[in-house]
């Protein structure tokens, strides 16, 4: 995982989801009764700590009643070039710790990282596990 | 969260021009760095992914450390600057044009840009998907530059 400093990032990321979901509940009219999040593989974030911070911000909220899913989401890559998919832990061995904290910050630096394992290229794109998402949002009858 | 990171940001000046090598990037800085002097406070954030010229026209190499609210701009004479070169420097960035997008649009919501007079663009050249985004923030105080050469080419 990303260094200690990445709580931070955590911090403001899932502060954000919160607002999200806030965003969702006012504009449907309704209060939220669960919502499911998506810690995507290439962020590279601490699941357990994820969820920590969202029951702790949540507190104080208009979703502070709600339940919180969080699940991590395997990362998907797609080459342009010869179409294999492949996922992160394909490559991860060769990264470095620097190469790995670019990735955490902006997944898409995948790009200047590595290359397909097939083909080599490094034209391929992020489909799936780039970083943390909203998933669902289930309001109240 | 892009909305609510621009919150404080009185007014977006986008750098554009029809094509590559007119002096954008040079536009860009000089405008910030103009700015700055006059007592503004002032942002330049590079959008251009694909060759980014700011963080070297400020001579700026750092990582950008992380605040509370979100990444720290680097501060260089005034200016508050944020680059995907930062975190790549010299690396090459082969990006889709979706991939350069999502990359300017997570700067953008990482970025812990405070209260700034005005947030400078530099651009990509021509039309693109992250022109297309940056115009579709929907946000008031949106101005553009344009630069263009006195020729036909």
Known sequence: MAGELSRVHELSLVQGIIDAVEQTADKEGGSVKSFKIGVGELAQFDVRLVRQLLEDLKKGTSLEGAKVLVEPEASKIRCLSCGRHWDFQELAGPLSGDEREMIHFLPELLNSCTRCPSCSKSYFEIEGGRSVRVIEVVLDD | ?153
């Open chain 2, 1 to 153: 969260m892009i909305k609510k990171r621009l919150k404080n940001v009185k007014r977006l000046l986008l750098v554009l021009s029809g094509k590559g090598g007119v002096g954008k990037s040079v536009v860009s800085a000089t405008f910030a760095a103009m700015l700055a002097n006059s007592g503004f406070k002032v942002g330049l954030m590079d959008a251009d992914i694909y060759g980014p010229s700011s963080a070297l026209l400020f001579a700026a190499h750092r990582l950008p450390a992380e605040g509370k609210e979100g990444l720290i701009p680097l501060s260089c004479d005034g200016v508050k600057i944020m680059s995907v070169d930062l975190f790549a420097p010299g690396k090459p960035i082969p990006l889709t044009g979706s991939g350069a997008r999502q990359v300017v649009l997570e700067l953008l919501a990482l970025t812990d840009w405070g209260e700034l007079d005005c947030l400078v663009v530099d651009m990509p050249p021509a039309t693109g998907d992250i022109m297309m985004s940056l115009t579709s923030l929907g946000r008031k105080g949106v101005a553009a530059v344009v630069v263009t050469m006195p020729d036909k080419l």
